[in-house]
Every structure is written in C-alpha cells, then in structure tokens.
C-alpha cells in the first residue's frame, strides 16, 4: 500500500537554528515528490517538486532533498516567519486522474 | 482574481441544510480536485476530475455530490451532512497530460471552505 509518513510531527527551533524535517514514503513507483507548507487556516502552498533521487531543490532557507525511500526539508538558519506546517505528498508513478498522497504533516514552530 | 478561489471560506450548517462550495481555478489547468482536511490526519483525497470527467472517487458518502461544469470550475453539493464531516474542505486543480503533451504534476490549492455542522 502506497504510505508517506512525515516525522517529527513537531518540533520547536529557535531562530537561526538549523534542522530536517523527514519524509519517508512507500510507493510502487514514484512519479513526482512534492513538499507543501500550510498556515493556520489557509490551504497548502506549493514549494518544491522532486522527480528522481539524488535531485535537490532551494528557495530561500530551504533545501529539499530526495533518495529512493525518503525526502528531507532542510531548513538553514530560520525565522520566525518561517513557522508553518510542511506536508509532503508523493505521486505514484501508476495512478489515475493525479491522487497525491499526503503525510500527515510536520508543525514548525520558529521562536525568536 | 489569480490562482485558485474557493466561496464561501466559511459554512455553518445544520445536518438537514442543503448547500453547495464553489471553486473556480484561473491557472488555464485541465484538472481540479476536492480534499477533505480534519484536524490532525492527512489530506483525504475525494473527488479528481480531468478534462471535466470524474476519474476518481474515493469511496466518499452519497450526500456529497460533486460537479464539474466547466474545466475553471468545481462544485461539491452538500446534504444530510454529519457532525464529522466538519472539516476544511480544499479544492485544488493541476495541469493533467492535454494533447499537447505537457503535464505538470503539482497540484495549486485555494484557501479552504472551514464547515462546520451542527
């Protein structure tokens, strides 16, 4: 069964202080990665897309990377604006109509 | 008005209302979506319609009902709702394989619909 699991599910930084979020994923192969932040109340804004292992993406401070059974969200001296919850979603490679699959979600919290 | 829209962003709404949440996409894509989120749990995928035709349906209750006039807009009618279809409810839309052959696998989501049901 096609699985993404998203840990911590919370994790408390101070500013400027570096750190992962991890994505693991189950997938009879994968079609696309794709990481997801969210604001209270608002829907998911799209950040990257991560095809094949091996492939990084940046914007800003952060740097989302890809192996064949995991992504990671690196996010390098954050903000407090920074605070968020990231999803990731996978896109398995034999799907109808699109399906994404998300995790349940990491909530960041970036304290000043 | 760009990207992708969603009316009303609020709903409240006793279990035997009818009422319909409207999503308009302005991003030219042939494809839109419905996704439930409760709190705490994944995003649940309900409905994927592509090219105005409903691909998928993930085994969601009879008392939603969506519909696809045209591949900018997308309606989910509600009737007979429960409590725990209390929910932000998404609509989001990407651009599917066209007969140009260009795809792109991101989906762009609107702001919401926060349901309530009393």
């Known amino acids: 069964e096609d699985q993404v699991t998203q840990s911590p599910e919370a994790l408390r930084l101070q500013e400027g202080e570096s750190s992962s979020l991890n994505c693991s994923y189950t997938?009879?192969?994968?079609?696309?990665l794709f990481w997801y932040r969210q604001d209270p109340g608002k829907g998911p804004e799209f950040l990257f897309t991560?095809?094949?292992a091996g492939e990084e993406k940046e914007k800003e401070r952060l740097k989302a990377t890809l192996t064949k059974k995991e992504s990671f969200l690196h996010i390098t001296a954050p903000k407090p604006e920074d605070s968020a919850t990231y999803l990731c979603a996978v896109r398995p490679l034999y799907n109808q109509g699109g399906k994404l699959i998300f995790g349940q979600g990491t909530e960041l919290s970036v304290k000043p | 008005e760009t990207g992708v829209t969603q009316t009303p962003r609020h709903l409240v709404m006793g279990m035997t209302n009818k009422k319909s949440l409207k999503c308009e996409q302005h991003?030219?894509?042939?494809?839109m979506y419905w996704y439930k989120q409760s709190a705490k749990k994944p995003l649940e995928l309900m409905f994927v319609?592509?090219?105005?035709?409903?691909?998928e349906n993930n085994s969601v209750p009879s008392r939603f009902s969506p519909e696809c006039p045209n591949s900018s807009h997308l309606f989910l009618h509600l009737h007979t709702l429960q409590p725990e279809d209390s929910a932000l409810y998404l609509c989001?839309?990407?651009?599917?394989?066209?007969?140009?052959?260009?795809?792109?696998?991101?989906?762009?989501f609107g702001p919401g619909t926060r349901l309530t049901v009393t």
């Open positions: 991003l030219g894509h042939n494809a």
């Open positions: 989001a839309s990407s651009q599917g394989p066209s007969a140009y052959g260009k795809s792109s696998y991101e989906q762009y």
């Open positions: 319609y592509s090219l105005e035709e409903r691909v």
């Open positions: 997938v009879s192969g994968l079609r696309g």
């Open positions: 991560l095809y094949s």
